[in-house]
Each structure stands twice: as C-alpha cells, then as structure tokens.
C-alpha cells in the first residue's frame, strides 16, 4: 500500500527565508510523487511531480523538491518565501499505475510578513 | 482551457435531509474522481469513474451516498440522509486516460454544512 506523512502540520517562516514542507513516503515499489497548493476558496494546483526522472524536481512559483530513496522523502523548499505562498499544500503518492492518489494531511504555510 | 466545474458552491442542510454535488470535468478527461475533504485533513477518495463505469467506490459510505456518471461526462454526488459528520468540502477532480501518470484538474469544490 502507498501512503505518504507530512511531518508538520503548520509551519510559520518570514518573508524573504527559505521554506521547508516535510513529506515522507511509503511504498513497495518507485512512487511518482506529487505537491499540490490549496488557496483558500481555491482548487487544488499541482506545484511538480515526480516520475523516476531527475530527483530534483523544479516546479511552479519557485518550489522545487528533491527525491531521496535512501530516506523515503519528497520534501518541499523554496528558498525565499513570498506572502503569497500561504496556502495548504498536500503531498500526494500515486499507485503503480498513476491511477489513484493518496493525499497526506496537509501542512498549512504561514507567511510572516 | 476550462477547468472542472463544480456547483453549488456552498450548501447548508439540516441533518437528515438529502444534497447532490454537481461536477463537470474538463472535455475529454475518461477519468474522473470524487474526493471528501473535512477540515484539517487531505482529501479522501470517495469514488473513481472510468468514463461511465466505476473503478473503485470501496470508500463511499454506500448506505447513504451514492454517485452517477451516466454518460461518461458529468458526475453527480448524492447523500440521503446527510450526517452532521458529512460536513466537508466535496472536491471533484479529473484527468486524462494516458500511459503516464497524469495530473489531477481539481474543481473549487463545494463546501458542504450539515446542521
């Protein structure tokens, strides 16, 4: 079975400092791995994924995460955080065939300004 | 191109009464995806469409929720009766039917209160 842990549930950074959203994996054979943003009143935005390609993976807005087999993870960073980059943001796994997700429980981002 | 789109976008019932979701996916994605969203937590799949058929409903409290998809493009969600623990947001989402592992379009939702 594929599950996914994101270790915090709220995390609170100053504008202008670098961010880190914590997601570990469980599954019995290569993930692909995805983060999606959620605004409030707003649709869930895929940020990247991850698909057995490059490790590092460079999305949307700045975000980019990198893929660590040897630790189970898929951590989320961004090296200066905007006011704007408040949101949830979920990380996601999928089964072997793409074609069920599994949704962590969400971190919530605040944004100092 | 459009997104999915979901109404209403708001919903307030008293318990025991009955409510249906709205989707319609984005033109041509096969697959298509409910979701429970309850505050706090990630979304939950509830049901799974291949076009008209259902793929997996094994999370959908079938004594009181059901969900049709009669010709493989919109997709209701029906609950009756409603539970005040049925209070959620109620996502709808889709993709394309690919070989690869697609991404998921979600709609705004529609947010759902039971009194």
């Known amino acids: 079975a594929q599950s996914v842990t994101q270790l915090d549930s709220h995390v609170s950074v100053s504008e202008g400092t670098p961010v880190l959203l914590r997601c570990n994996y469980s599954s019995s054979y290569s993930p692909s791995l995805f983060w999606y943003v959620q605004h409030p009143n707003k649709g869930l935005q895929l940020l990247l ?40 943001y979920f990380c996601v796994v999928s089964d072997l065939r793409g074609n069920q997700f599994y949704f962590g429980t969400g971190t919530s981002l605040t944004v100092i300004p | 191109e459009a997104g999915v789109a979901q109404s209403p976008r708001y919903k307030i019932i008293e318990k025991r009464q009955s409510v249906a979701f709205w989707c319609n996916p984005i033109s041509g994605h096969a697959t298509l995806y409910w979701y429970q969203q309850i ?41 009756q009766p409603a539970k005040l623990e049925d209070s959620a947001v109620y996502l709808c989402a889709s993709r394309t039917l690919g070989t690869g592992v697609e991404k998921l379009f979600f709609g705004s939702g529609t947010q759902l209160s039971v009194l």
């Open chain 1, 49 to 88: 994924k991850y698909t057995s390609a490059a490790t590092l993976v460079k999305g949307i807005n700045g975000f980019e995460a990198e893929f660590k087999k040897s630790e189970t993870s898929f951590h989320l960073t961004k090296p200066s955080a905007h006011m704007s980059d408040a949101a949830e």
């Open chain 2, 39 to 79: 505050l706090g937590q990630g979304p939950k799949l509830l049901i799974q469409f291949q076009n008209n058929g259902v793929v997996d409903d094994s999370q959908l409290p079938k004594d009181r929720f059901s969900a049709e998809r009669l010709k493989g493009v919109d997709s209701t969600l029906k609950i």
